[in-house]
């Protein structure tokens, strides 16, 4: 399906009265320039002044930020493009903006070194040269982010004094850039523990928020659904396609659109697809062939098949609740406002499945690395415990903030709002989180439901390094969505901070793995004073409050579904919190270095179905709902 630029839902035309201008006139321009290099001078002269910074050192700070955000000071040109994917406007390649700061960097040391002027009117002036620069070289720049490569040189022949300087300065005082690192190491890390447990307790700060779901509230059926679910290689499926048609949604008004591949590999998921089709009219079967099949593809393939007014997708090893469409039913006719709905998905396997009679462990190396991997339950309890504070808690917040990185099971979509999107990206490894990030570039309004009768249940991936895999697919998709740039266009700034600190929050998780014990190591063997010896303290202590909250989630958590666990259950679950970022940090370190290798194929996890039965009631939740 070809799609002009006219109609493209990724591309946005000014206004008839708008087109041709070349972004905010002169004097809005001016004034910008004008507020970027005051606030240069004002964090020169802080640095300066009260923090006892030396005056070239305390200018590299501004400088850092010009070169990093230039539309922050005021050095970054208008956004004249129509497109929207040029959401960043006319800017000087990095090398180049780094060149002209670095030339108002030698002006403000020959005006300090004067001392003739005072230091807010020499950063002026050296951060008004800077401006003038780039204003020029835009000027002469025939693209965003062209330039010359002659420009290019000249800007790395002027950056390297600078460079040879500091290097010799921190040679000279390695002892207090070493401290200063760290401090600013730790304070990152401490902000972003404080803001996974802040955010992570969203649904638990006050009491409607916990009881948000009301099972008594049920309106006729009367949307239309088509539900994709996308299998490869997974012979659970017929539990799961039995499981949907068992639900109380009239089955006239249910569609179920299954995509399996035309190879080899998919003979039995295909043949249990088709058989469960030959017995319900309203399941149909699509094998497209070719073998480089992938999740998006398959969503993307299906959409053009779908009839129903409200699509949604369903992984194939799901088990979803039975009345879970009565209830979307419900939210859609109530919320017409809302586009986009998202049910809680809960893992269920705390523990290592049951040792098979007649199975024979081994006791090399291998096997035991396997048995760490396979039948032990340290990190499943803690996969567990993820999934029901992200569905239960921190989804919801992310709604109410309107950024929103989506689930990619369970998720409800109004044909309109999903056709007006295009759809889903096929070639994103995580093609629901970027869905959710171009929802909330467009306003599309998202209620997020969680409750134990209406949550989909899935397992844990049948290894530690199964589960190593997944995260490594989920970091690069987070980063390609990073890299893709859409969450520049969210329209307020608090959403774009939201947005940068969320897509890049996995690599923070997973290096604090790394970064926790070094802290612990410098705090007891760097020489430092007392207020920093408590500031690399902090992100540790922070990581126990968050560890000791998650105690009361997973008390929670057994209650709503009924788990058997004990006492033993919360301590591993204690003891495995380190191990298990551990993991996450290989998983960033896999995912880093499959993306620069350009390593983009779909990387499956697979599934054995142990989660099925792992409930015997509806929990403390059905109680109270029923009351």
Same mark, same amino acid.
């Given at each position: 399906m070809v799609h002009s630029a006219s109609d493209h839902p990724r591309t946005r035309e000014l206004p008839p009265g708008r087109r041709g201008v070349a972004g905010p006139p002169a004097p809005a321009r001016l004034a910008t320039a004008g507020l970027g290099?005051?606030?240069?001078?004002?964090?020169?002269?802080?640095? &300066?002044?009260?923090?006892?910074?030396?005056?070239?050192?305390?200018?590299?700070?501004?400088?850092?930020?010009?070169?990093l955000a230039p539309r922050t000071l005021g050095r970054a040109g208008p956004r004249t493009a129509t497109d929207r994917r040029d959401h960043r406007g006319s800017r000087l390649p990095r090398a180049v903006q780094l060149g002209?700061?670095?030339?108002?960097?030698?002006?403000?040391?020959?005006? $300090?070194?004067?001392?003739?002027?005072?230091?807010?009117?020499?950063?002026?002036?050296?951060?008004?040269?800077?401006?003038?620069?780039?204003?020029?070289l835009l000027c002469w720049t025939p693209g965003a982010g062209a330039a010359p490569r002659w420009w290019r040189g000249l800007s790395v022949a002027v950056t390297v004094p600078l460079g040879v300087l500091l290097a010799v +300065?921190?040679?000279?005082?390695?002892?207090?850039?070493?401290?200063?690192?760290?401090? &600013?190491?730790?304070?990152?890390?401490?902000?972003?523990?404080?803001?996974?447990l802040v955010r992570g307790q969203y649904s638990w700060q006050l009491?409607?928020?916990?009881?948000?779901? $009301?099972?008594a509230d049920s309106a006729p059926p009367r949307h239309r659904f088509s539900l994709i679910v996308p299998a490869r290689d997974e012979p659970v499926l017929g539990r799961t396609l039995a499981q949907i048609l068992a639900?109380?949604?009239?089955?006239?008004?249910? $569609?179920?659109?299954?995509?399996?591949?035309?190879?080899?590999? $998919?003979?039995?998921?295909?043949?249990?697809?088709?058989?469960?089709?030959? +017995?319900?009219?309203?399941? +149909?079967?699509l094998a497209p062939e070719g073998s480089l099949r992938s999740k998006p593809l398959s969503l993307e393939d299906a959409r053009r098949h779908c009839t129903g007014d409200l699509i949604g997708v369903v992984d194939?090893?799901?088990?979803?609740?039975?009345?879970l469409l009565s209830y979307v039913n419900t939210l859609a006719l109530r919320q017409a406002d809302v586009g986009i709905f998202q049910g809680g998905v809960q893992l269920m396997n705390v523990r290592a499945p049951a040792r098979r009679p007649g199975d024979t462990a081994g006791a090399g190396p291998r096997a035991i690395l396997r048995r760490l991997g396979t039948e032990t339950s340290w990190w499943r309890a803690r996969n567990c415990l993820e999934y029901y504070i992200w569905f239960m808690s921190r989804l919801r917040f992310q709604a109410r903030a309107r950024f929103i990185p989506l689930g990619g099971n369970t998720v409800f979509i109004r044909r309109e709002v999903l056709d007006q999107l295009d759809g889903w990206d096929v070639s994103c490894l995580t093609e629901d989180c970027d869905l959710g990030v171009r929802a909330s570039v467009a306003g599309v309004r998202t209620t997020v439901f969680y409750h134990p009768d209406l949550t989909t249940q899935e397992e844990t991936p049948e290894s530690l390094t199964k589960l190593v895999?997944?995260?490594?697919?989920?970091?690069?998709?987070?980063?390609?969505?990073?890299?893709?740039?859409?969450?520049?266009?969210?329209?307020?700034? +608090?959403?774009?901070?939201?947005?940068?600190?969320?897509?890049?929050?996995?690599?923070?998780?997973?290096?604090?793995?790394?970064l926790l014990p070094v802290s612990l190591l410098l705090t007891w063997f760097l020489a430092a004073p007392t207020g920093l010896v408590i500031v690399f303290c902090l992100p540790m202590a922070a990581t126990v409050m968050s560890v000791w909250s998650e105690q009361a989630a997973f008390r929670e958590f057994a209650d709503a579904y009924d788990l058997n666990v004990g006492r033993w259950d919360s301590v591993r679950l204690v003891l495995s919190a380190p191990f298990y970022q551990l993991m996450l940090s290989i998983a960033a370190v896999r995912a880093t270095a499959r993306l620069l290798r350009g390593r983009l194929e779909w990387e499956k996890t697979s599934h054995s179905g142990t989660h099925h039965g792992t409930t015997t009631g509806s929990g403390r939740f059905g109680l109270e709902a029923a009351s």
């Amino acid at each position: 399906m070809v799609h002009s630029a006219s109609d493209h839902p990724r591309t946005r035309e000014l206004p008839p009265g708008r087109r041709g201008v070349a972004g905010p006139p002169a004097p809005a321009r001016l004034a910008t320039a004008g507020l970027g290099i005051a606030l240069h001078a004002a964090l020169t002269t802080l640095g &300066a002044g009260p923090l006892g910074i030396d005056p070239p050192l305390a200018y590299l700070v501004p400088l850092a930020l010009a070169v990093l955000a230039p539309r922050t000071l005021g050095r970054a040109g208008p956004r004249t493009a129509t497109d929207r994917r040029d959401h960043r406007g006319s800017r000087l390649p990095r090398a180049v903006q780094l060149g002209c700061e670095t030339a108002g960097w030698y002006l403000f040391v020959l005006a $300090d070194a004067g001392r003739g002027l005072p230091i807010w009117l020499a950063a002026a002036l050296a951060a008004t040269a800077a401006t003038a620069a780039t204003a020029v070289l835009l000027c002469w720049t025939p693209g965003a982010g062209a330039a010359p490569r002659w420009w290019r040189g000249l800007s790395v022949a002027v950056t390297v004094p600078l460079g040879v300087l500091l290097a010799v +300065r921190a040679a000279q005082h390695h002892h207090a850039v070493l401290l200063a690192a760290w401090t &600013a190491v730790s304070l990152l890390m401490l902000l972003v523990a404080v803001l996974t447990l802040v955010r992570g307790q969203y649904s638990w700060q006050l009491p409607e928020r916990v009881h948000h779901v $009301d099972l008594a509230d049920s309106a006729p059926p009367r949307h239309r659904f088509s539900l994709i679910v996308p299998a490869r290689d997974e012979p659970v499926l017929g539990r799961t396609l039995a499981q949907i048609l068992a639900g109380d949604y009239p089955q006239e008004l249910v $569609d179920v659109v299954v995509m399996v591949s035309h190879d080899e590999v $998919d003979e039995l998921t295909r043949r249990i697809a088709e058989q469960v089709a030959a +017995r319900h009219p309203n399941v +149909r079967v699509l094998a497209p062939e070719g073998s480089l099949r992938s999740k998006p593809l398959s969503l993307e393939d299906a959409r053009r098949h779908c009839t129903g007014d409200l699509i949604g997708v369903v992984d194939a090893e799901s088990l979803i609740a039975t009345g879970l469409l009565s209830y979307v039913n419900t939210l859609a006719l109530r919320q017409a406002d809302v586009g986009i709905f998202q049910g809680g998905v809960q893992l269920m396997n705390v523990r290592a499945p049951a040792r098979r009679p007649g199975d024979t462990a081994g006791a090399g190396p291998r096997a035991i690395l396997r048995r760490l991997g396979t039948e032990t339950s340290w990190w499943r309890a803690r996969n567990c415990l993820e999934y029901y504070i992200w569905f239960m808690s921190r989804l919801r917040f992310q709604a109410r903030a309107r950024f929103i990185p989506l689930g990619g099971n369970t998720v409800f979509i109004r044909r309109e709002v999903l056709d007006q999107l295009d759809g889903w990206d096929v070639s994103c490894l995580t093609e629901d989180c970027d869905l959710g990030v171009r929802a909330s570039v467009a306003g599309v309004r998202t209620t997020v439901f969680y409750h134990p009768d209406l949550t989909t249940q899935e397992e844990t991936p049948e290894s530690l390094t199964k589960l190593v895999v997944q995260r490594t697919r989920w970091m690069m998709g987070f980063m390609q969505v990073l890299f893709k740039g859409d969450w520049r266009l969210l329209p307020g700034a +608090r959403q774009r901070l939201m947005a940068a600190e969320m897509l890049t929050m996995p690599f923070f998780q997973a290096m604090a793995g790394v970064l926790l014990p070094v802290s612990l190591l410098l705090t007891w063997f760097l020489a430092a004073p007392t207020g920093l010896v408590i500031v690399f303290c902090l992100p540790m202590a922070a990581t126990v409050m968050s560890v000791w909250s998650e105690q009361a989630a997973f008390r929670e958590f057994a209650d709503a579904y009924d788990l058997n666990v004990g006492r033993w259950d919360s301590v591993r679950l204690v003891l495995s919190a380190p191990f298990y970022q551990l993991m996450l940090s290989i998983a960033a370190v896999r995912a880093t270095a499959r993306l620069l290798r350009g390593r983009l194929e779909w990387e499956k996890t697979s599934h054995s179905g142990t989660h099925h039965g792992t409930t015997t009631g509806s929990g403390r939740f059905g109680l109270e709902a029923a009351s």
